[in-house]
């Protein structure tokens, strides 16, 4: 399968993971694109590296691509973005780059479901529960967000509709998530997220009760006639607590994707929008055990995407085995495995479910389990690598007592 080759923008986690899935299942090494390099990609014999500053720059994007992809005609070239804002400038301009396979979804449903209000929207439509929640388009006065007008209780969550505009308007203070305990903070959180020049809309949600290991996630894919062919669900162990790393995965047991009662509720939605390419949903469940709650919609591939692959369901064999085959099965996972990209310790100590940390520690003693770093064909007579993975693993130790204090 050398005539693959697979070509990302971003380094980071996603990337590699991603990269990853590639190499085990074909033996190809792959391209990637970004503004500067990071951790998760550095040094690694697997994926080539550039940096480009100004890369997420349309124009900048589409010279790059359109060179690569004249150096390497002939071959079937894979693209995919790895952060919000790349993988919305590959939907944005896909039509010019009829060089490349990039399963993503057309341009319409960016404005659709990309952006949380809307998205909920779409929910409301396929019984597709989500947190109550209250839109805002503009900083408003403290008491107009008292409990009474909100019509919840405090604390409650603070966060942008589009996070894609969020992050291209940086400021002190800046967290991917916020909670307000009090009406005052809520409206200085809207406020100060405004006077950065956020054009966009900003949700209010209930907090739904439960820490980390109450989060799910749930990653589709679907082939280029929208049918719906693989969904892996994954059961949250800890996530990271650093402030822009809020909500990213640190440790994962996959599950048994028929369990959760949305599942055909998502498929049928995806179907209904001719939803093309993965999609990653943040779910959480309550104190009740049976309601299940989606946050948002990622439309790509999730940071903690060999979570999936770690399962048994590689995500590069999605892509070139099902995305244009003219089949209509759908996989859903029922493998379990412990994927991790923090060690294995950091996740059972900061792990609340004491009996989640035992079913992950005894599927590590049967071998069901994967650490993304830890990949021998890219760590052996790979020094600088080895040592680079190895400083990245223990520098976990410290990230969580600084920013994760209550489980020390």
């Known amino acids: ?39 998760p990609t550095k040094y690694s014999k697997i994926v080539h590296f550039t ?41 944005r301009r896909k039509a010019e780059l009829p060089e490349y396979i990039a399963p993503g979804p057309a341009a319409d449903l960016y404005t659709t479901v990309q952006k949380k ?12 529960p989500y947190p109550t929640t209250k839109v805002l388009t503009a900083p408003v006065e403290a008491s107009e967000l008292s409990a009474a007008k909100l ?58 009760p439960g820490g980390d290991d109450h989060m799910r996630v749930l990653t589709a894919f679907s082939d280029e006639n929208g049918k ?14 650093t402030p822009h790393g809020l909500g990213n995965h640190a440790a994962i047991v996959t599950e048994d994707t028929t369990a959760l009662p949305l599942v055909e509720n998502i498929r049928r939605m995806l179907e209904d929008c001719h939803y093309t390419g993965f999609s990653n949903f943040d779910i959480k469940v309550g104190d009740d055990p049976t309601d299940f709650r989606v946050f948002e919609i990622n439309l790509r591939q999730g ?4 979570y999936v692959t770690a399962s048994g369901m590689n995500i590069a064999r999605l892509v070139v085995e099902k995305w244009n085959n003219g089949g209509s099965d759908c996989v859903l996972n029922r493998n379990e495995v412990f994927w991790h990209h923090v060690p294995a310790q ?63």
């Open 1 to 39: 399968m050398s005539e693959i080759i697979p070509v990302f923008l971003g380094a980071d986690l996603n990337c590699y993971n991603f990269a990853r899935a590639f190499h085990e299942a074909y033996g190809v090494e792959s391209y990637a694109y970004g503004r500067y390099p990071m951790a």
């Open 51 to 91: 940096t480009v500053p100004d890369m997420d720059n349309e124009d900048t994007m589409l010279r790059i691509l359109h060179e690569f992809a004249a150096q390497h005609t002939g071959k079937k070239l894979y693209l995919f973005g790895c952060t919000d804002d790349y993988a919305a400038m590959i939907i």
């Open 117 to 128: 209000a809307e998205f909920y929207e779409v929910c409301d439509k396929f019984g597709i």
């Open 151 to 208: 019509g919840f209780a405090y604390p409650i969550i603070v966060k942008p509709s589009s996070s894609v505009d969020y992050w291209k308007f940086p400021f002190d203070g800046m967290k991917k998530v916020y909670t307000a305990k009090s009406p005052d903070e809520a409206a200085k959180i809207v406020r100060d997220i405004y006077a950065s020049g956020y054009p966009d809309k900003m949700i209010l949600q209930k907090m739904v």
């Open 228 to 241: 719906v062919r693989a969904m892996c669900l994954g059961h949250t162990m800890v996530e990271e607590h």
């Open 303 to 306: 940071r903690s995407n060999y």
């Open 346 to 408: 950091v996740a059972f100590t900061y792990t609340e479910d004491k009996a989640l940390v035992e079913h992950a520690r005894q599927l590590k003693a049967e071998g069901k389990e994967a650490c993304s770093l830890l990949y021998k064909p890219d760590l052996a007579w790979n020094p600088v690598r080895y040592a680079c993975v190895l400083e990245q693993l223990r520098r976990q130790f410290k990230k969580f007592k600084t920013y994760y204090p209550k489980k020390n």
